[in-house]
């Protein structure tokens, strides 16, 4: 994975720790200063598929990592909804099939 923070590009990871078909899926990203836990859970939803996200991350940078923190999770909302909805449909073609 790349990215940019401040101007730097970044490369890192993503590790699953679990999955659970059909139930959920935790992921540890790696990136120099950040290690955001994204946690996706899938349920049964009026005949499709309910999918929630949600993410845990501390950047551990002394005095600027929490006003980063708060930066990333608004830079992150809206590249979250579009995946969530991809990763809906996928889902509910993969229980369709």
Known sequence: MHTHLLGFR????????EVVPGERIVAQVHFFAEKPTWTFTFAPADGGTEVVAEGEWTVR???VGNPIEGR????HEPYLETMLADLKARVEATSAA
Do not use: N, Q
């Not at 990333?72 to 830079?75: C, D, G, L």
């Open 10 to 17: 970044v490369t890192g990871g993503v590790e699953y720790t």
């Open 72 to 75: 990333m999770v608004k830079e």
């Open 61 to 63: 940078l002394p005095i």
